[in-house]
DNA sequence: CGTTCGAGTGAGTTTTTATCACATCAAGCC
DNA sequence: GGCTTGATGTGATAAAAACTCACTCGAACG
């Protein structure tokens, strides 16, 4: 079949329909009813002349030509996506976590704005992996937790420093000095890093420490807002509780170890020539190296 | 702009426009009239906000956005060709000069064809560069005055060995029994290959001699038979004569020396898995090394 | 200096694509 | 068992997109 003649809306719809593993959710992704991706697929079965999809009741399961036909596809609508941005420059976007963008972004948005006032900066919530390409990420802050997915680079910010963190009164109330002591304390944990506790322990040379938290909070910086009113202990990366110490509004007890993981900023890769990207990346590490130098 | 509203019809019009260097070249590419590919271009110009080609009266040349534009897209739609390519293959198609056909393939395609029944093979006549993606060839034989295309890769199946021929009589008639006595005789010239008997008197340390053809012939084959019938002298590459030297319709009065170029075989870098291609690589280099093996 | 060649375009037509509304099927659940 | 639910398939029809036709323009060609 020359490419000529390669019905490339049909294309679309069943690449979409084989990554999502279902009709109705490439409809909603194409903006379309379910019924026109499916007759897309039926029409590229039938030009074919073999299926494309197993169909279930409740699911469909993409043949073996299926699966890879689709993911051949989808690169090549990622290039085409690429080439298109490459003359239709979106804005900037950045991608950190909910935390991250509460406890550090935020605070020093202003100041990138005024220096930086043509980058128009689009913001991203997500704490895991992300697609580049088909979200449109420039540049995205995670933790060495996940790996940068295929088509971004990925290079450390910092190595994390951990420590648990109170209300100021709350360590004094319990005497907290050394490691031991927080076993009469509230822990409280994050369900976005569950091992927290036990990454620092393991930190610590303490492994057999069992710091079970006694409540789980949705995101990172309730907990965070938990422990600066009173309610308990966080085990926090220094980085996100570097002002709240400051003004006094935490302590850190104990101090803070290295822990296992790094901060790292993934940079798309083929945004990586852009300026206003390599300004921002440039901006983001002056910042990440600003704050570990000042102890 | 996100994938899933990019306009894949238009960009393709704009590919093959931009590709072409015409809108009426596109058109016919595409099966459709001047005006439909105009009016895809106009809508990808008003979508983007910006000129991707320059209009001039009787050209249409790409902006240096648009060349960038319509270069990487065409890499995308060739990985989408390679894609449906996959779960529908085509036949075996071979490409070669109209000579080679004539005087090497066709003496043996019935050997072939009882050899390898289930291999549906297509010929196709070219004798420089071919993309062998859109034209969809999966072989060719080549000599190494061109180089292979991007999507290729290329091995040596014989290095040429060149010398003069032509019909016994003429060789004794006119007495050739060294390079000067060619002086005396009608040289015989190809349009494909207008540099052969300059290459010929250089491979014989003999740079010096001009050998201008008197007759130029559109096709080389045509120069074999033109020799054969007694016009005068052929500058061959010997794999292309060695059959009507046996039979005694050619001599090579000369004998043959080694020449500047190599025969090549060029195989499509996404079919090189494919059973029927490797089979038929192979059945061409079997043949080709029965050849050189035969003095 | 008329002819030719290639592109742009208004109006109208054809083809493709999408929607709507309903059908189907089996899993999951009282 | 019988009802509900969630996902896909499809006939009829509406909407949108793509295409053609027939003409225009402008300059290069001969």
Redesign the interface.
Known sequence: ??????P??A??AFE?AARLGSMNAAAT???VTHGAVSRHVKALEER?G?PLFERHPRAIVPTR?GA??AS??A??????????????P?PLTLSCSSTVMMRWLIPRLEKFKRANQAIELRLNINYDNVDF??E?ISLAIRTSIYRAPAGAVAETLIHEEIGPVCHPDYADRLGLSKPDDLLRARILGSATRPQAWTDWAAALGRPELRMTPNEVYAHFYLVIQAAACGLGLALAPRLLVDDEIRSGHLVAPLGFVAGPYELQLWIADHLRGRVDVRTTANWIRAEMRAMSATP
Chains 1, 2 share one sequence.
């Not at 079949?1 to 390669?6: A, E, K, N, Q, R």
């Open positions: 079949m020359p490419i000529t003649h390669l490339l809306n294309l679309r979409a992704e194409l903006g074919f073999l030509e890879q036909l051949e596809l690169e090549a609508f990622d290039r085409m996506q690429i080439a298109v941005s490459r003359v239709q979106g390409i088909r449109e």
